[in-house]
């Protein structure tokens, strides 16, 4: 296997044994050194699909009848002169030129005219049916709704409980959970480095005796959990492994996902322990256990959401999320595993942000993205490794601390675009989020909004509403043609990983970022009650507070933790662990659920990777 591109010995992650070899947890390969590389990002791939769409575009009608067409042309020209010019004279527009949050020109009007390339049953197709365009179930939500989730996680483990609980009882479909900053680096509670953070931003977990208080009392057998962690997410899934054993369940027996996505934290987040070339091998190693041992579990959602929190455009969000998405298929190819074994356990996670079309047309773009990608590079058959399904979030950056019972609006608006943009999860932001994390009555009300557009507004009763709108499904082929400008871009690059390591992909999103402010200090992007419509305010709204208490009450019990153990065990595994972390042949995910089992704290099984694979330290962004 050549590449194109040179690789040092830090970038050769995996040297894998002998072919078919699959004993012990050990990963089946092709039987020689194997580099990650996105092939799929290489050799002219993205260019030549590029031109494909650009010549689709251009294409003769099909769906639309060309009389017609000439005369919807002669009735758009003779309103443009007879009423749209003189109107124009004595009201005028309000700007020169409108363009929406990824800086894309928006005409006036849109006609047949726009689309008239479109091949309806070849682009868009029917739902539950490639390419996806209009649904991955050929029912959505006449079948069932979306799951409705609520980020939830804060304080001590038994704080945490208790607002699951709560939000189960009042109609929550699936649990969704936050960790604070120490957990979310791998860090224990009482860890010089986690000083004033506990619990603050999400639940402190330190071992596998918070994860079981934190779910005492739940189902895991009827209930889907989705965790936010990245650079540990290994270590959190051997303790919900470990917590449903407990329970009397097996690992197959679970539903949920672990984010996993460590590229999207060299781009975005920020929040890694290891060099990406560390990570991958262990994501590497999720990815085969689970296919493995835990056949119903998301093992990886591929995050868009924080690229777009970074300051990206959805473009950009689009282009650089499907981007990190190929780069796992990849992975899970260079471990020996087929496409269709592991592709229907990825899943994705979306933001939506306040330009309503241009979120719905993001999810319509990615499922043709993806499908097409998948059958045309990868040569996939099986239909469920086509299906694009994906998580959404309101997006947290457009909330505002400034009249924050406006966010209530903002995030009833950027819920119905993401269902009528075809979600499968959803969670809605509460209200409070830009002053603190939700409190009890600012989280029922942002549940309370999914509930409203799901049973009280109609829109999910028929599949795709949007469907046909000319502006929307021109946008829709817009952002598809613009990821994949972006797929190119990244090739030139060198590839993925090198346009993160070189800080391309950075690059770009603080350009965009940058464009953003500009725009809003000049008054040419509106947020009400922020540049425009600005009233004095004291403290507007009550908060959630975290206090000193639930830093205490987690160094004491990890403290109780150490001190009840059988430390023998611990550090059997622990040695174990290392072991495996230095023979790149082996699954680390074995010895870690032992670890785990053990109580071996969350900080001391990253301390093991730390000695062993080091620190990474991401380029300047100039």
């Not at 296997?1 to 699959?22: A, L, T």
């Not at 409705?148 to 483990?157: A, E, H, I, L, Q």
């Not at 942002?446 to 829109?459: F, H, Y």
Request: glycine share 6%; charged share 30%; with cysteine.
């Amino acid at each position: 296997m050549k590449f194109s591109v040179p690789f040092s010995p830090r970038e050769r992650i995996s040297r894998f044994g002998d072919e078919g070899r699959q004993d012990n947890g050990k990963i089946a390969t092709s039987g020689h050194l194997l580099l990650f590389r996105d092939r799929v990002l290489a050799k002219g791939y993205w260019k030549r699909v590029l031109d494909e769409i650009k010549r689709e575009r251009k294409a003769l009608p099909t769906t639309f009848d060309k009389k017609q067409l000439a005369k919807i042309r002669q009735e758009r020209v003779r309103w443009e002169a007879k009423t749209l010019k003189p109107w124009i004279r004595g009201s005028p527009e309000q700007k020169q030129e409108f363009r929406n949050l990824s800086d894309v020109p928006v005409k006036r009007i849109y006609t047949p005219e726009d689309v008239s390339y479109l091949n309806q049953s070849e682009q868009i197709g029917l739902p539950g049916e490639y390419p996806y365009v209009r649904g991955v179930y050929p029912t959505m939500y006449r079948g069932r709704p979306w799951t409705m989730r609520m980020f939830s996680g804060f304080g001590t483990p038994e704080d945490t409980n208790k607002r699951l609980h709560y939000l189960l009882e009042h109609g929550e479909t699936g649990l969704s959970i936050a960790f604070d900053m120490p957990t979310l680096y791998g860090y224990d509670p009482d860890s010089p480095r986690a000083e004033g953070e506990v619990g603050r931003c999400g639940v402190s977990v330190g071992s596998l005796k918070d994860m079981e208080i934190i779910l005492e009392g739940i189902p895991l057998e009827k209930v889907s959990t989705s965790m936010t962690i990245n650079a540990p997410a290994s270590v959190l899934t051997a303790m919900y492994v470990g917590v449903a054993e407990r329970q009397g369940l097996k690992p197959k027996d679970l539903r949920g996902t672990v984010q996993a996505d460590i590229l999207k934290e060299y781009i975005a987040q920020k929040e890694w322990a290891f060099p990406p070339e560390a990570h991958l091998r262990i994501i590497r190693d999720m990815m085969v256990y689970c296919t493995k041992e835990m056949p119903q579990w998301n093992y990886i959602s591929i995050s868009g959401y924080h690229i777009r929190e970074a300051g990206s455009s959805a473009v950009q969000e689009l282009a650089f999320t499907l981007a990190d998405g190929f780069a796992y298929v990849d992975l899970g190819l260079d471990a020996g595993l087929k496409v269709e074994d592991f592709a229907p356990r990825l899943s994705f996670f979306f933001n939506c942000g306040m330009d309503f079309f241009e979120e719905v047309a993001k999810f319509r773009a990615a499922r043709r993205i993806w499908a097409r990608v998948l059958k045309d590079k990868y040569k996939v058959k099986d239909s469920r490794s086509l299906l694009l399904r994906t998580h959404a979030q309101n997006s947290g950056a457009s909330l505002t601390w400034q009249q924050p019972l406006n966010n209530i609006v903002r995030t009833t608006i950027e819920a119905l675009a993401t269902v009528l943009g075809g979600t499968q999860s959803l969670h809605t932001n509460s209200y409070d989020e830009a002053w603190a994390l939700p409190s009890e009555a600012a989280a029922t009300v942002a549940l309370r909004t999914q509930q409203i557009i799901a049973e009280e507004t109609g829109v999910a009763d028929t599949i795709d509403p949007l469907a046909g709108s000319y502006y929307l499904e021109w946008l829709t082929d817009e952002m598809e043609e613009r990821a994949f400008q972006y797929f190119d871009k990244i090739e030139r690059a060198g590839g993925l990983l090198n346009a993160i390591k070189t800080g391309f992909i950075q690059r770009e999103i603080a350009e965009n970022s940058y464009r953003y402010q500009q725009e809003l200090e000049r008054g040419d992007r509106i947020v009400v009650g922020v540049n425009k419509y600005q009233i004095e305010e004291k403290k507007p709204i009550d908060t959630l507070k975290i206090n000193e208490e639930a830093q205490r009450r987690q160094i004491a019990r990890i403290d109780m933790v150490r001190e009840t153990r059988d430390n023998n065990k611990v550090e059997q595994a622990l040695n174990e662990l290392r072991k495996t972390f230095k023979d790149e042949k082996a699954n680390s995910m074995y010895p870690l659920v032992k670890a785990v089992r053990a109580y071996a704290t969350l900080g001391e099984i990253m301390d093991v990777g730390r000695k062993i694979f080091g620190d990474y330290k991401e380029p300047p962004i100039l």
